[in-house]
């Protein structure tokens, strides 16, 4: 039997992520506002080509291309009746490109609203949506599912309870920290990292973390100071390559691989798993690999 993701992460080396999806698939020629988690039914060949592209650049730990991929959001598209088939197809493509050199995690991102009562969107609502994608997923061999780029903690909560009665083997839950005037690091929500990290892990999230946001990949080091001050759970960060700026119509983000593995080197010496979000590329994860080697 093939050993679980938990267990790997028990054995104590840091395990090396993939990193930015968005990015690599306008790369392979989505457009601009495009709805990326549709490419796993239209494009799959696509999607899989850049998941293999991570794991042959060392990524021991894959995303499926999932991160909208709830009626919220795919609404925006036409596509909210498309849950369960983009969820599964996401999953097949995960894992036909992992194979068996990488685990796969099935992504959940944000919602796209808020919750009541400061949106419209009901909890009744959100668990409904939640379960079918997380549900399919399941079913096609995912390795655990993530709860990331997360700001308000009655969301990812709610999330991780779904993913708990459906029977995850694992749970990731990553939330979104940005630097705050005065010192710390707060989401948009207001919450702190060990505010985050706590209610997570009471949950039943086993192992927490935090992505993107606006802090720089060396701050990561102190937000997980701040996570792990609050918690024992195994830890997965994922900082950006640096903030981006706009240089013509292009989206830039400064660092190149060179620059990050760096810094990426040193979250390992804090986290079970490092990888990358927004503006990483699989030289990036390259880049890391050979460092970390």
Aim: proline fraction near 5%; charge should be negative; charged fraction near 20%.
């Amino acid at each position: 039997m093939r050993e679980s993701l938990l267990d790997a992460i028990r054995r104590g080396t840091t395990l090396i992520g993939d990193g930015g999806m968005g990015t690599e698939l306008q790369r392979a020629g989505l457009e601009p506002g495009g709805c990326g988690d549709a490419w796993n039914l239209s494009h799959p060949a696509e999607v899989q080509a850049i998941q293999r592209r991570y794991v042959e650049a060392g990524s021991q730990i894959i995303l499926t291309n999932t991160f909208g991929t709830n009626q919220f959001v795919l609404s925006r598209y036409g596509l909210e009746d498309q849950v369960t088939g983009i969820a599964r197809a996401g999953a097949i493509n995960a894992r036909a490109a992992a194979g068996t050199h990488a685990f796969v995690l099935g992504d959940i991102g944000p919602c796209g609203g808020f919750l009541e009562p400061l949106g419209d969107i009901t909890e009744r609502e959100l668990e409904g949506t939640w379960r079918s994608a997380i549900q399919a997923m399941l079913e096609e061999g995912v390795d655990g599912i993530i709860f990331e780029t997360m700001t308000a903690l009655e969301e990812i909560t709610l999330g991780i309870r779904v993913a708990r009665e459906l029977g995850a083997p694992a749970i990731v839950a990553s939330i979104s920290y940005d630097p705050v005037r005065g010192g710390g690091y707060r989401t948009m929500m207001g919450v702190s990292p060990a505010e985050g990290a706590r209610a997570c892990a009471e949950a039943g999230a086993h192992i927490v973390g935090a992505n993107c946001g606006r802090a720089e990949p060396e701050e990561f080091i102190a937000i997980a100071r701040e996570l792990r001050s609050a918690t024992d759970r195994p830890l997965m960060l994922q900082p950006n390559a640096g903030q981006p700026s706009l240089v013509g119509d292009a989206i830039v983000y400064p660092r190149d691989p060179q620059s990050l593995a760096p810094a990426l080197m040193e979250l390992a010496r804090h986290a079970a798993v490092v990888g990358g979000c927004c503006g990483t590329t699989p030289a990036h994860i390259a880049a890391f690999r050979d460092a970390h080697q």
